[in-house]
């Protein structure tokens, strides 16, 4: 499988941001036999959502672990999770080399806040992707180390797996997103606790005008 090469990168806008993961196929020779996936193994500061995913084309997908969209990261669990991707490569032609990409849509979840006077950012380092090809294959092959950790997720590919080389090792994925501070926190709760309480008297101002009306037309009629 050396005539196929991997590379990816990350474009990135607040708490979303898309991960381009391109395989490069030197012909249609391993697409034939194997079918194409590539691996996201993600931090707890990181989610997908698999109903995103499902609207995607070009791939098919699986989501393992923590999906709770909502949570921040300080209530799920720090294993992360696991998306693995399936690649459609029933569009490419024989005998030609090709690129596939595939976009995968993720989210960063809300941080821990932090203390004292630096700036409230914090920074994610991804796990690089990894990319191989599940084949039929006559002899018996070991699956590569870096895959072995995950051979017991429900679903994973039975058959033998050859890992695709990463191109872009030395280009990190990173992305930096806002947290709060924990300085702040005290003027959150008083703003909090003063837009309740707003919102009571507006619902209970609202309330008392409704039933006055209601009580005037009734009243009305029966006169």
Not at 67 to 90: C, H, I, K, Y
Not at 174 to 199: N, Q
């Amino acid at each position: 499988m050396s005539l196929a090469s991997l590379s990816s990168s990350v474009s990135a806008q607040g708490f979303h941001f898309t991960v381009s993961t391109t395989v490069s196929l030197a012909s249609r020779q391993e697409a034939d036999r194997c079918s194409l996936h590539v691996l996201y193994d993600l931090d707890p500061h990181v989610y997908a959502d698999q109903y995103e995913l499902a609207q995607r084309p070009g791939y098919t997908s699986a989501l393992w672990g923590t999906s709770d969209l909502e949570r921040p990261v300080s209530a799920v669990d720090q294993a992360g999770s696991v998306l693995l991707l399936t690649a459609d490569s029933s569009q490419l032609l024989p005998g030609q080399a090709a690129n596939i990409t595939l976009e995968v849509p993720l989210h960063a979840r809300y941080g821990r806040p932090v203390a004292g006077p630096q700036d409230a950012f914090y920074k994610i380092e991804l796990r690089r992707p990894v990319g191989f090809f599940a084949c039929s294959l006559d002899n018996v092959v070991a699956v590569p180390e870096t895959l072995r950790q995950y051979t017991s997720l429900p679903g994973w590919p039975s058959l033998p797996l050859s890992l695709i080389p990463d191109a872009s090792l030395q280009e990190p994925l990173e992305i930096v997103v806002p947290v709060g501070k924990l300085s702040d926190l005290a003027w959150a709760d008083i703003g909090t606790a003063a837009v309740m309480i707003a919102m009571f008297f507006y619902l209970l101002a609202v309330s008392v005008r409704t039933e006055r009306r209601l009580f005037s037309r009734a009243y009305m009629k029966t006169d």
